[in-house]
Structures are given as structure tokens and as C-alpha cells.
């Protein structure tokens, strides 16, 4: 099944102790990307990647890392989380967005709920 | 700046009524895309349509229908006949160039109630 998995789904943890949320697509999509979701704010955008070793900020980067070493998995890294990044984070992925053709619909992942205390 | 505006945050029907839901963008390129998406209560986001800038006509599918429209800079989704299993929030969101990032309303989030 054409999917993207994402862990943990759920995760309570403390201010500063770093955690990583695993992101892996398998339908070779070369797009990838972050998105967190804050009531009123809909979805914004933290981190994108066009492809492997290929990474950009998004909106609201700060806080955030990412790596992209290999097509599939595009791993969101909080080297210190603190309480305002409590939040409900997706990653998506979807074909290239070239300029031929154009946008892509995006596949989600199923979402982490992150609370930092 | 915000791109997408959907400025109802929450609507309430009676199921079998018909809704519509807002949306109004903001782009100066002649090139992009529009999107709906919608999150039932189980959390997940589910595509549902994809319309590209140079096609207006409007879309139908089943119970749904979408309505673009370039001159308000609005793409409108109706549920018609409402369910309780359309409950959910909808989110509406633009793509655009050089980056083709997708660019997301706050959602409106829409209660059926039996």
C-alpha cells in the first residue's frame, strides 16, 4: 500500500531533551516535507525537500532540523524542543513539482501529536 | 501574508442541508494550483481535489462540487444533501511557483448534526 509513516504517533516530552520524528514514503516520491498544525493556523510548512541531500526552509523553520539522505525517509529533528512546539506535525510527500508539471497532490502521513513540557 | 483566507472557522448544518464552504486566495502569477483537503475527527488528511488556474470550470463529484472562480479569486466547495460523516475540518490551499509549496487556509471546520 502506497503510504507515509510516520513515528512516534504520539510523544510527551520534556524541554531540551532532543527527539527525532522518523518520516518514510515508499512510492518514490522525490518531494517531501513538514508541516505543523496549531488551531486557528491551519497547516504551516517547516521544512521541504526537492530530493535526496536537496533541503529548504519552510514558514516556520526555527527549531527545526531536517536531513534527507536517502529518497525515501525525511526525518524532522528537535535538537531542544521547547513548549511552543507542541504541536500536531505531518510529513507528505509527493512526485516532483517541476515546472512542467506543475503541483502535485501531496500524500500525508497519519500525523504525530508532539507536547513538550 | 496570509494566501488563503477562509474566513468561516467553524459552520454548523442539520444534516441534508446544503453547505458551502469558502475560500479566497492570493497569488499575482497567472500559473497555479488550488486544493481542498479534508481532516475527519480520526485526524488523517484526505485529497480532494487538485483544479489548475487555467481550468474554471466548475466540478462535480457525487454530493460535492467545487466552484473556481478567477475574477473573486475564490474556489468555493458545496457539499450538497449534508451527512453526519461529512463532519470534518477543511482546509483549502494554494500552490504556486517558483517552489510549488502548498500554502494552507486555517480550515473551516464544519459540524453535521443528525
Known amino acids: 500500500e502506497a503510504q507515509v509513516t510516520q513515528n512516534p504517533r504520539y510523544l510527551i516530552t520534556v524541554t531540551g531533551k532532543k527527539l527525532t520524528v522518523t518520516c518514510s514514503q515508499n512510492m518514490n516520491h522525490e518531494y517531501m516535507s513538514w508541516y505543523r498544525q496549531d488551531p486557528g493556523l491551519g497547516l504551516r510548512q517547516i521544512y521541504y525537500s526537492m530530493n535526496v541531500e536537496v533541503t529548504d526552509k519552510g514558514d516556520v523553520p526555527e527549531g527545526y532540523k531536517v536531513s534527507r539522505k536517502e529518497k525515501r525517509n525525511f526525518p524532522l529533528i528537535l535538537e531542544s524542543p521547547s513548549p511552543n512546539q507542541t504541536s500536531l506535525y505531518f510529513c507528505?510527500?509527493?512526485?516532483?513539482?517541476?515546472?512542467?508539471?506543475?503541483?502535485?497532490?501531496?500524500?500525508f502521513g497519519a500525523g504525530s501529536r508532539l507536547t513538550v513540557l | 501574508a496570509q494566501k488563503v483566507t477562509q474566513a468561516q472557522t467553524e459552520i454548523s448544518v442539520v444534516e441534508k442541508e446544503d453547505v458551502t464552504l469558502d475560500c479566497v486566495y492570493e497569488t499575482r502569477d497567472t500559473t497555479y494550483y488550488l486544493f481542498w483537503y479534508k481532516q475527519p475527527p480520526s485526524g488523517e488528511l484526505v485529497f480532494l481535489i487538485r483544479r489548475n488556474s487555467f481550468d474554471e470550470q466548475n466540478e462535480i463529484s457525487g454530493r460535492y462540487s467545487w466552484n473556481f472562480q478567477k475574477s473573486t479569486s475564490s474556489f468555493n466547495f458545496t457539499i450538497t444533501a449534508s451527512q453526519v460523516v461529512d463532519s470534518a475540518v477543511y482546509f483549502c490551499a494554494l500552490s504556486e511557483r517558483p517552489r510549488w509549496d502548498m500554502r494552507f487556509g486555517a480550515g473551516t471546520r464544519l459540524t453535521v448534526k443528525p
Open positions: 507528505a510527500s509527493s512526485l516532483f513539482p517541476g515546472a512542467s508539471s506543475g503541483a502535485n497532490v501531496l500524500t
